[in-house]
């Protein structure tokens, strides 16, 4: 089995004079659930098309599970694969079962066994006689993806699948997509949330304007800015001379003043009676020994993660580069 269930080289896409996709590599592997995160129109939907054969690329290559876009066995390697790319015409008059019985059949041979395991899958057992006009937007959706799961595939790929939800029928897709990832399958997902990403996948590539300005891990990626620490110098201290009115706001600009001095120049931000810091994890002891050693007690240091959220805007407006500390 290919280490990548997704790769694709250089695939680029023109419409006239829009660039809906420039040079993006992507590497989804096999196993794992990828977030394919970006805002609106930045080429999500047409990055999913191309690698289905939906559309074809300005130029580029594309390997699904492993075969060559243009191969002979890539109708075969397709016939694994289940997508959700547009909302399907679902007969409203027909129950669950029924639309998956005649919408899945226009793919391949499906047998009513089949179609039990797919409304297995989305826990629509119970309601699937129930008439699909009955559905709450939950259940209409979590049918939409039985419709990609019939027939076991090895890669699931869904376009915008919490598009339009409200929040509990959002929590109801994403345990669904948990679980699929629980049972072993590789599912591509794209989105314009990101916080959903962060929740739900265990990679992500981050797509602005046709091009992928990041790919990986979530954990790595976020892990790669450091994280901040909060040093709070409550405790006022007999002896040092910023303290002895108790302006805690004092004591937490001297602390910043000596933490700026360390040889790494960490950024620093004070805040009322704290300061923010940008260091990485393994700094916090360092930090505690400096400001004891002039008299200053850290009261509190939480080491603060930053959010895909933070890490998206930053790479969005180009201002990863320049660290610091903002809140
Ligand atoms: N058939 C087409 N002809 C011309 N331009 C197109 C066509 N399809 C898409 N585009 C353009 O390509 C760019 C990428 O569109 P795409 O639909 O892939 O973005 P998206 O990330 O899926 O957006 P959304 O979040 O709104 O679904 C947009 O500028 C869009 O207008
Ligand atoms: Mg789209």
């Not at 029924?98 to 919408?103: E, G, P, S």
């Not at 602005?208 to 620490?229: K, M, S």
């Not at 302006?247 to 931000?269: K, S, T």
Request: charged fraction near 20%; aromatic fraction near 6%; proline fraction near 5%.
């Amino acid at each position: 089995m290919s280490e990548w269930a997704i790769r694709t080289d250089g695939l680029t896409k023109h419409y006239g004079r829009v660039r809906a996709l420039e040079e993006i590599h992507l590497r989804v592997p096999a196993g794992r659930i990828y977030g394919f995160v970006g805002p609106n129109g930045s080429g999500k939907t047409t990055a999913i098309a191309s690698v289905l054969g939906l559309i074809r690329p300005t130029r580029g290559s594309i390997e699904v599970l492993g075969v060559c876009q243009g191969s002979r066995d890539f109708p075969a390697a397709l016939a694994q694969v289940g997508a959700l790319v547009q909302a399907p015409a679902f007969y409203p008059y027909l129950s669950g079962r029924d639309n998956l019985r005649v919408l899945g059949s226009t793919r391949s041979m499906v047998s009513d066994r089949d179609i039990d395991e797919a409304l297995s899958m989305v826990g629509l057992t119970e309601r699937a006689n129930d008439r699909y006009q009955f559905y709450s937007l939950g259940m209409r959706q979590r049918l939409a993806i039985a419709l990609a799961l019939i027939g076991h595939p090895r890669l699931v790929i869904l376009d915008e699948p919490t598009n339009g939800l409200d929040p509990f029928g959002i929590q109801e897709v994403r345990q669904l997509i948990r679980g699929l990832g629980a049972q072993g399958l590789t599912v591509f997902l794209s989105s314009h949330l990101l916080y959903e990403v962060e929740q739900v996948c265990d990679e992500v590539g981050v797509i602005v304007q046709g091009r992928l300005v990041a790919q990986g891990p979530v954990e790595e990626l976020l892990r790669t800015r450091g994280i901040r620490i909060r040093v709070s110098p409550g405790e006022r201290h007999n002896g040092h001379p910023e303290g002895v009115d108790g302006h805690n706001g004092a004591l937490a600009r001297a602390a910043a003043r000596l933490i700026e001095q360390l040889p790494w120049r960490p950024r620093v931000q004070v805040q009322g009676e704290s300061v923010w810091v940008d260091a990485p994890p393994d700094k916090g002891a360092e930090l505690t020994r400096v400001l004891a050693s002039q008299g200053l007690w850290i009261s509190e240091l939480v080491p603060v993660r930053s959010t895909l959220e933070q890490y998206f805007m930053e790479l969005a407006t180009g201002r990863q580069a320049e660290g610091g500390v903002r809140s």
